[in-house]
């Protein structure tokens, strides 16, 4: 049996598969009731505005960073595991109708977005950096990784080819990912 999706859920999934094709202002709450078939007043209980639901998008892919990330920066561990572990999520998050990352999403609208938001993407992508640099740092003192420069910078260049290669992988095929993950291994001089 299956699980049953919370109408809060349905309300937050139906809005990010809306915002990445349309982007923040694409959409209404009529666009996320009527395939739902629920009434706007239920999504209103839920998120009063637009920007009450924006963040809990941007909250909801937070918690999943923080859960999927919390283990290895409280222990340590392989830091390979924890690369290839970013890389499963992101193929995951693409092949279930989520191509373009959050942050990315965002940036369509960037301008328009209040303060709060912007404050709430801003945290979400510097704690992404944090994440992958300490993952690097690991990586690099434990002999897994080999590369040039200081591994923030690294961390901001990785972040950055995903994205990327998540929206061409869009156009693309998946196969396109896949060849982006092989580059990021090869840049951090990893041999299979």
Not at 65 to 83: H, I, K, N, P, V
Not at 103 to 112: N, T
Not at 143 to 165: C, T, Y
Request: net charge negative; hydrophobic share 40%.
């Amino acid at each position: 049996m299956s699980p049953v999706c919370s109408t809060r859920d349905q309300i937050i999934d139906k809005a990010f598969e809306l915002m990445l094709q349309r982007g923040m202002n694409g959409f209404s709450y009529r666009d996320i009731s009527e395939p739902l078939g629920v009434a706007n007043a239920a999504i209103h209980y839920h998120f009063p505005n637009k920007t009450d639901l924006i963040r809990a998008l941007i909250d909801e892919n937070h918690q999943i960073l923080r859960r999927s990330t919390s283990e290895f920066m409280a222990y340590g561990g392989d830091a390979r595991t924890q690369l290839e572990g970013l890389f499963e999520f992101t193929m995951k998050q693409c092949q279930c109708g989520r191509p373009i990352c959050m942050v990315g999403a965002l940036a369509i609208d960037y301008d328009e977005l209040s303060d709060d938001i912007k404050e709430a993407n801003n945290r979400f992508m510097k704690d992404s950096v944090t994440w992958l640099d300490r993952v690097l740092k690991v990586g690099r003192e434990q002999k897994e990784f080999r590369f040039n420069g200081d591994s923030e910078s690294k961390a901001r260049s990785i972040l950055a080819m995903i994205q990327g290669a998540r929206q061409m992988a869009r156009v693309n095929g998946m196969d396109y990912l896949e060849v982006i993950f092989g580059q990021i291994r090869t840049d951090l001089g990893i041999s299979d």
